[in-house]
């Protein structure tokens, strides 16, 4: 499904060259729900844009459900972000001028959908999240929690093939977030494939593959001393 | 079109900035559209044609240095017609009481009954002996031109009325609506019938003022010649080219015939350039001003429209970074901001065409303006809906770069 082989991400300026990902190497099969885990720089959220195709990359291949993108232009990208790539962000996102109801039919209007397919689908979703019933109120009306609820939903309504998730329950509190984490999950048993990334130790756990970035590289925790033994106590803490 | 209802959804959240546009462009529609007319009707007021030969004419304002019986002006008017019309560059040359757009002149009551107490209409009247058809280049389209033996001498303070006249086609069909003027009569503050021997194409009046809108074209010609002490208008025609040298030749002809008179600095002696110029002087004024006014708006409403687009532009730089994530292309982004722009044009000018129709009618009452054409008010739409597109594009082009990374910065 996602493919990134010997991908690099540098950031140049006059003075200076900062590679956020070097030698990248990462393959999610379909259907995987794989947590992207390491501290703060050190790329996560790079390799996340990139594979979401937010932003290009600068070495390297990226295969994203067999496309080669990196010679893809800006209408093609544009065209798998939104047939393929459901994104829940951090911050939800929502578009605070527009309605629930209006804000999970921003993508499929962009696919030329017709307007009773988009209602069909957009119920649907709601319907799936448990936020039917509020498909008129505004961003500004819900807690933190639903709108990272609608925000799933908009990532659903299109039926992706890939449900990219950037810190999804960062700004929400531990009930809410357990809500999010159980509703992701659900979708993952359906046959989304998930690529989650997080500094969460225990949302890592709940997913079925960990991939730990460190300094622009995936890292192997078993092999590595210095994070084996904390991560994998954390883990099994968790889990039990 | 497909995003009419999000968009309009996001305005009603938007509501002061919204309100604010729309109704400058509504009230720059109301005002251009008001103003294009008065500058259409001054221009075809400027441009009304005055049926005789501009481009060889000159006029000479001749006043005399002595005081002359009305015999003797006579006779120093008929030596100096002669004098001019022997001139090499002068092809024909006539005495007035003035001339087309002269800004001012003699005007009758026209009746068609002798004890008739309201006026028929109102009539230009020019004085002028048998060569003022042919001096003024007039076309005759029917009847005859003056005899020479038709030709009176009215001195000061006389009351003459001549039997005879030559009319614009314009007086003729007023009086006589069926096309059958010559040969007819009517009354002009007198008991005495005059008789249409001839009717002439166009003659403007000597006024441009708008008292005398409502008799536009209605001249009437007496065979008459001004023989008063004051003084009188030669008008004299040059030969094709010659117009230059006449001028030239012409005043000093008539010093060397006699000394005694003087040409006024102001209309002493004119071409039809200038005798234009100032006869339209208010009417250009007017247009340039509106004309300012028209562009100066339409630059005050693309500046706020620019203004309102870049500031929404800046403010909403994440959430068109969250479109692009989505799914949404440059040109979704472009055509966005467009169809914003446009619900926003649409609106306003729904409010202005009404301001529009409600600012003509003030008009009308206040300062005789005609009713405001729809083709003014489709016109002004269609410009400020161009304008606002014109406007938005360069904002809703920057809107289109957003990248879709955007969407991940914080806010």
């Known amino acids: 499904m996602l493919k990134m082989t010997h991908l690099s991400k540098v950031y140049r300026t006059e003075v200076v060259e900062t590679y956020a990902l070097r030698d990248f190497n990462i393959d999610v099969k379909e259907g995987e729900f794989v947590a992207v885990t390491g501290p703060s720089g050190s790329g996560k959220t790079t390799f996340l844009t990139i594979a979401g195709l937010l932003e290009t990359f600068t070495g390297g291949e990226y295969h994203l459900d067999g496309i080669e993108v990196s010679q893809l232009n800006d209408n093609a990208r544009s065209k798998i972000r939104n047939e393929k790539i459901g994104f829940i962000f951090q911050a939800f996102n929502l578009i605070p001028d527009l309605n629930v109801f209006d804000n999970v039919e921003v993508p499929l209007r962009y696919r030329g959908m017709k307007a009773p397919e988009r209602k069909e689908r957009i119920m649907g979703a709601l319907d799936r999240v448990g936020l039917a019933s509020r498909a008129k109120h505004y961003p500004a009306e819900l807690s933190g929690g639903q709108q990272q609820r609608v925000a799933i939903a908009r990532a659903l309504a299109g039926s992706p093939r890939l449900l990219l998730a950037d810190e999804p329950t960062g700004n929400l509190d531990t009930q809410m977030a357990r809500g999010v984490l159980e509703l992701l999950e659900e979708i993952h048993r359906e046959g989304a494939t998930i690529v989650m990334v997080t500094h969460d130790p225990e949302l890592a756990a709940r997913a079925q593959r960990n991939v730990h970035i460190i300094d622009g590289q995936v890292v192997d925790l078993a092999e590595d001393p210095r994070f084996h033994t904390a991560y994998t106590a954390a883990a099994g803490q968790i889990r039990s | ?411």
């Open chain 2, 1 to 411: 079109m497909m995003q009419i209802k999000p968009i309009l959804s996001a305005l009603r959240r938007h509501k002061a900035g919204t309100v604010l546009i729309a109704l400058q462009i509504a009230l720059t529609l109301a005002i251009v559209c008001n103003a294009l007319y008065i500058i259409h009707e001054r221009l075809a007021h400027i441009a009304e044609p005055t049926g005789v030969d501009e481009p060889n004419l000159f006029a000479m304002a001749n006043l005399w240095g002595e005081q002359y019986t009305k015999q003797q002006a006579a006779a120093k008017i008929e030596q100096d017609l002669i004098t001019l019309r022997q001139l090499p560059s002068v092809a024909d040359a006539t005495p007035t009481n003035g001339y087309p757009l002269r800004g001012g002149g003699w005007d009758n009551f026209i009746t068609m009954k002798p004890d008739q107490v309201d006026k028929t209409t109102d009539a230009a009247v020019y004085a002028g002996d048998e060569h003022f058809l042919r001096t003024f280049g007039l076309k005759l389209i029917a009847g005859r031109d003056f005899n020479a033996d038709e030709v009176r001498d009215m001195g000061l303070r006389e009351a003459v009325t001549p039997p005879v006249t030559i009319v614009s086609k314009t007086l003729a069909d007023r009086l006589y609506p069926k096309g059958d003027a010559l040969g007819k009569s009517f009354y002009s503050m007198s008991s005495t019938p005059i008789t249409i021997i001839g009717i002439v194409d166009t003659l403007h009046r000597q006024d441009v003022s708008t008292w005398s809108a409502p008799y536009k074209g209605q001249s009437l010609i007496w065979p008459l010649r001004l023989a008063q002490p004051m003084g009188v208008f030669y008008v004299v025609r040059a030969k094709p080219g010659q117009l230059a040298d006449a001028m030239r030749e012409a005043p000093k002809a008539l010093y060397a015939e006699n000394r005694m008179r003087m040409f006024p600095a102001k209309d002493g002696l004119v071409d039809y350039r200038q005798i234009r110029q100032e006869a339209f002087e208010r009417d250009r004024g007017m247009a340039i001003l509106m004309g300012v006014i028209c562009v100066v708006l339409l630059a005050i409403t693309a500046a706020g429209i620019i203004g309102l687009t870049s500031f929404w532009v800046g403010q909403r730089r994440r959430q068109i970074g969250v479109r692009r994530a989505l799914g949404a292309t440059h040109r979704d982004i472009l055509h966005y901001f467009l169809t914003e722009n446009l619900l926003i044009s649409v609106g306003g000018v729904a409010i202005g065409t009404v301001l529009a129709f409600a600012l003509n009618l003030w008009l009308k009452q206040n300062f005789a303006l005609e009713s405001l054409p729809l083709i003014y008010v489709l016109s002004g739409m269609v410009i400020l809906i161009l304008l606002g597109q014109g406007a938005v594009f360069a904002p809703a082009l920057r809107a289109s770069r957003v990248p879709p990374i955007e969407a991940t910065r914080p806010a």
